[in-house]
T-cell receptor, first 117, second 112 residues
Framework: EAGVAQSPRYKIIEKRQSVAFWCNPI?????LYWYQQILGQGPKLLIQFQNNGVVDDSQLPKDRFSAERLKGVDSTLKIQPAKLEDSAVYLCASSLDRGRGPKETQYFGPGTRLLVL | AQSVTQPDIHITVSEGASLELRCNYS??????LFWYVQSPGQGLQLLLKYFSGDTLVQGIKGFEAEFKRSQSSFNLRKPSVHWSDAAEYFC??????????FGTGTKLQVIP
């Protein structure tokens, strides 16, 4: 079974530029998560989708971050414009949706490492 | 608000020695507790989880963890560490339908 795919793996941009990350979850997984992991910290949930809909985006900086999940499969996370403090690893995860909430195991992709100069 | 504290930022153990990684949580009700491992350049992988029942939980790769409600702890243990266990370990807490909150992680170094 293929895991969660993410691209690109690395990205270097200058501040005020825009950047987009792509995630393809495990086939059949209705729930998709985007996390931000700053160096020395644990992952922080940015946004959670269930199929096409947003379940939780309370920690997403909406003035510069946006995410979409068209057709309930792939997802993209965009930052526009980027700031220095956005330098982090962006992790995508997916899980089945069997009504178990956080009990459901999340499967993580390898992440995209972003450096903003 | 729920939170997780991993007091050890970095731990070094000799190969073959036992390991215990500490995790303390704050949560108002019965928590869901998780341990994940992250190898360099990799995503997180679930080692084990606790929802209810037996407070000693067995996971993959020979790891176990014990839930102690009185101490608000969920420490991870392994009786004999292998060089391949070198990685970063994250404890996490969730509950109900609230999002999972991760700790800041403990980096494990294994020396021969």
């Amino acid at each position: 079974e293929a895991g969660v795919a993410q691209s690109p793996r690395y990205k270097i941009i200058e501040k005020r530029q825009s950047v987009a990350f792509w995630c393809n979850p495990i086939s059949g997984h209705a729930t998709l998560y985007w996390y931000q992991q700053i160096l020395g910290q644990g992952p922080k949930l940015l946004i959670q989708f269930q199929n096409n809909g947003v379940v939780d985006d309370s920690q997403l900086p909406k003035d510069r971050f946006s995410a979409e999940r068209l057709k309930g499969v792939d997802s993209t996370l965009k930052i526009q414009p980027a700031k220095l403090e956005d330098s982090a690893v962006y992790l995508c995860a997916s899980s089945l949706d069997r009504g178990r909430g956080p009990k459901e195991t999340q499967y993580f992709g390898p992440g995209t490492r972003l450096l903003v100069l | 608000a729920q939170s997780v504290t991993q007091p050890d930022i970095h731990i070094t153990v000799s190969e073959g020695a036992s390991l215990e990684l500490r995790c303390n949580y704050s949560y108002g009700a019965t928590p869901y507790l998780f341990w994940y491992v992250q190898s360099p350049g990799q995503g997180l992988q679930l080692l084990l989880k606790y929802f209810s029942g037996d407070t000693l939980v067995q996971g993959i790769k020979g790891f176990e963890a014990e839930f102690k409600r009185s101490q608000s702890s969920f420490n991870l243990r392994k009786p004999s560490v292998h060089w391949s266990d070198a990685a970063e370990y994250f404890c996490a807490v969730g509950g109900g339908y609230q999002k999972v909150t991760f700790g800041t992680g403990t980096k494990l170094q294994v020396i021969p």
